[in-house]
């Protein structure tokens, strides 16, 4: 297990939940809306939501956190990554701990910003540390994390099984005439895969890989530009 490799994926996670902007509204907004609809449907019992906010920011965290593992994951078997991963030098203890610590930080920030709007907007009491309740979040927030990487793992594996690969080359304009030639060979004699091309210039296609783009090949059209 090497630790820069672990960093890298790791950092590769992070910039491409950053950028999506479905996923972000499902981690930071959509647990705030359940939250606040739950204060709501409580008007005249002021004090019961003290009684139940614990079991609520443990559930939400847990959900959220499972659901967002389980997406995650099947989005990357679905382009493909995982098996690339696999097939390069990276181990699996690599690639399993690179995407749990790109996934726990926005699980982390996610309870915390839960744990926060529920104590300080809702005026939520509590007894103890605020300290120690959060790591209890932690800990349930691991815990769904865990999760959510076994079931993507048990059941989404056959199902994706049969999905074609697809390969998403970013190449510069300058070769598109070339790339045209050699793509239906390629195509020909890889049937199984499906080859999705992107054409723009250089500096604009490398600046969005660096942000996070789902790029298998990229081909500038000058060497000194990889």
Avoid: C
Avoid at 111 to 140: C, D, E, K, N, P
Avoid at 219 to 224: H, Q, V
């Amino acid at each position: 297990m090497s630790l820069d490799r672990v960093l890298a994926i790791a950092r590769r996670v992070i910039l491409q939940i950053r950028y999506d902007r479905r996923t972000l509204a499902l981690l930071f907004l959509v647990p705030l809306v359940v939250m606040t609809l739950v204060n709501l449907s409580m008007p005249e019992m002021p004090g019961l939501l003290d009684y139940l906010a614990p079991a609520l920011l443990a559930a939400l965290a847990l959900f959220f956190v499972f659901i967002l593992t389980s997406v995650s994951f099947l989005r990357e078997r679905l382009q493909g990554t995982l098996e690339r991963l696999q097939a390069s030098p990276v181990t699996r203890g690599d690639i399993v701990l690179g995407y749990w610590l790109g996934l726990f930080l926005f699980a982390a920030l996610q309870s915390l910003i839960i744990l926060l709007y529920t104590i300080w907007v809702f005026q939520v009491h509590y007894r103890g540390s605020l300290a120690a309740v959060f790591l209890f979040q932690m800990l349930i927030t691991a815990g769904g994390l865990n999760l959510g990487i076994l079931a993507s793992t048990l059941w989404m594996a056959p199902a994706v099984q049969a999905q074609p690969e697809t390969l998403t080359i970013a190449a510069a304009n300058s070769v598109k005439d070339a790339l045209r030639k050699v793509l239906p060979l390629f195509e020909s004699q890889h049937r199984e895969v499906n080859v999705r091309v992107i054409y723009g210039p250089s500096q604009t296609l490398r600046k969005q890989i660096e942000e996070g783009a789902p790029v298998d090949v990229f081909l500038p059209s000058l060497s000194e530009e990889i």
